[in-house]
């Protein structure tokens, strides 16, 4: 659940900043389809075809277990660097237009 939230942080993130809806969309669509038909970890505990065969073993924490790449402490760590990196990225990007600023705050 926590990924899941953080994942949602992400993309309300990157829509609130980009101001873009498709750039939100575009994001997800391209990490689910780089996740599961690219590398074959499963998307959300959904098992599909795929390019890459990974045989996936060790802890649950690590692997994710069933739900896929999605619940492992990996993934979450890689969010949070995303995340920061998204909030830096557009702060700083828009430090130079502070009207912008204000009204996004």
């Known amino acids: 659940m926590i990924n899941l939230f953080l994942a949602g ?3 309300g993130a990157a829509y609130i900043y ?3 809806l498709w750039f939100s969309i575009s994001l997800h669509l391209f990490w689910n389809f780089i996740q599961g038909p690219i590398l074959g970890f499963n998307v959300s505990g959904m098992n599909m075809d795929t390019l890459i065969v990974f045989n996936s073993k060790g802890s649950d924490l690590i692997t994710g277990g069933d739900f896929g790449f999605e619940g492992s402490i990996i993934c979450t ?3 949070l660097i995303s995340l ?3 909030l830096y990225y557009f702060r700083r990007k828009n430090t130079s237009q ?3 600023v204000m009204a996004i705050l």
């Open 9 to 11: 942080l992400i993309l």
């Open 18 to 20: 980009a101001r873009n």
């Open 77 to 79: 760590i890689l969010e």
């Open 84 to 86: 920061i990196g998204i």
């Open 98 to 100: 502070p009207e912008k």
